[in-house]
């Protein structure tokens, strides 16, 4: 019983250690021509170096000096030059045939059913539907208090995020792939995409998920200080669980949108600005410029005490560098990550946290002329 048990555990690692260090399958079909391709380029090196290292091994045990071997005594073999640059020409034809034709599968993104741009930035990603008016930020879902393990925390605990990208399965989906600041790369394993995200220039990929399911990525480009916080999650449904996600989250975004609008007539007292604001500045503002408003010294600035002025003409420069970012710094545009409301509380606790008691409070109509200025 007990050599029996062991030979299950060996196996058992066997294959836990082979799902840690091989390729991953994937879930489509060009993730599974990937690993083919993979496999096979694989065993073909295993067969070469076997090849050569035994040839190798048993020259220089069969003919060692030991024995008594005189070395052969020839020069330039014409036939030895002509068979080891035929061969190996040969091996590398047949390896790229279907190298080739994997890498034109791959970058094949005609004739797509749905197209969706990605944008990364730091240090989240921009989904943006072409055929529909659904658009949103996807950030990591994580509480740092988990991450720091003051907090019991997921198995995904750094693969989760607010708001996934949803995609139907058994249609075609186009990636558009571009970037607000650094380069980033957004890479799935399960699909076999993995694209850079370069500032000014638009990357393509496309997937074809036959199976429902949750697919985790992250991104695979060094971008900065939280680029370990930067994760991807895709949902792929059926598609009539698809189209009903996608028309239930337009009209709650078309509706939001018009909502938003109808705050513009409305006022909101100090402390309303004040608890949303640090709610707020907290999910969004705190990693860079620390909760205590004291920022990075030589990196981010602070807030808190002269990081604000009180100038009263400061505070459409405040709403400007926050709706519009600093071009060239790492501060982000964030008019269209948060809402006019949430932009106006986020600045007015700002002005009024951590005694600098400005006495300034912003609201979404002061965010929206700044915006169509």
């Known amino acids: 019983m007990k050599p029996l048990l062991a030979l299950m555990a060996l196996f058992g690692f066997s294959a836990q250690a082979q799902n840690r260090l091989n390729l991953t399958q994937g879930v489509t079909d060009v993730s599974n021509r990937v690993y083919d391709l993979h496999m096979t380029i694989f065993y073909i090196c295993c067969v ?24 052969a005594k020839f020069h330039e073999s014409v036939k030895v030059e002509v068979a080891w640059t035929i061969i190996p020409f040969l091996i590398l034809v047949g390896m790229a045939i279907p190298a080739t034709s994997t890498l034109i599968a791959m970058e094949d993104t005609s004739d797509a059913d749905v197209t969706v741009q990605v944008t990364g930035s730091q240090w989240k990603w921009h989904y943006k539907y072409f055929e529909h008016e659904v658009e949103f930020f996807s950030r990591l879902a994580t509480q740092q208090e988990q991450i720091q393990n003051k907090f019991e925390k997921s198995e995904n605990y750094l693969l989760e995020v607010d708001n996934p990208l949803v995609i139907p399965t058994g249609q075609k989906v186009r990636f558009l792939v571009t970037s607000d600041d650094v380069i980033h790369s957004w890479w799935v394993p399960d699909f076999a995409v993995k694209k850079d995200a370069n500032p000014g220039f638009i990357n393509e990929a496309w997937t074809r998920v036959e199976e429902p399911g949750i697919y985790r990525g992250q991104c695979a480009e060094l971008c900065g200080k939280d680029h370990g916080f930067m994760p991807i999650v895709v949902i792929a449904k059926e598609p009539a669980d ?56 030589g990196t981010f600035p602070a807030l808190a005490g002269e990081g604000v002025s009180i100038d009263p003409e400061a505070r459409d420069q405040h709403i400007d560098i926050v709706v519009n970012g600093v071009q060239g710094t790492a501060m982000q545009a964030f008019g269209a990550q948060l809402t006019m409301q949430e932009i106006a509380a986020v600045i007015t606790y700002e002005r009024n946290a951590w005694g600098n008691d400005t006495g300034d409070t912003v609201q979404a109509a002061d965010i929206n002329a700044v915006m169509n200025q």
């Open 242 to 297: 698809y189209q009903k996600w996608i028309e239930d989250t337009e009209a709650e975004q078309i509706a939001a949108r018009e909502r938003e609008q109808e705050l513009l007539d409305m006022e909101m007292s100090m402390d309303e600005l004040m608890a949303m604001g640090e709610k707020i500045y907290n999910s969004t503002c705190a990693a860079c410029h620390q909760a205590s408003g004291q920022g990075i010294p």
């Open 48 to 71: 070469i170096g076997v090849v050569v290292f035994g040839l190798m091994f048993i020259s220089m045990i069969r003919h060692r000096k030991s024995k008594g071997r005189e070395p």
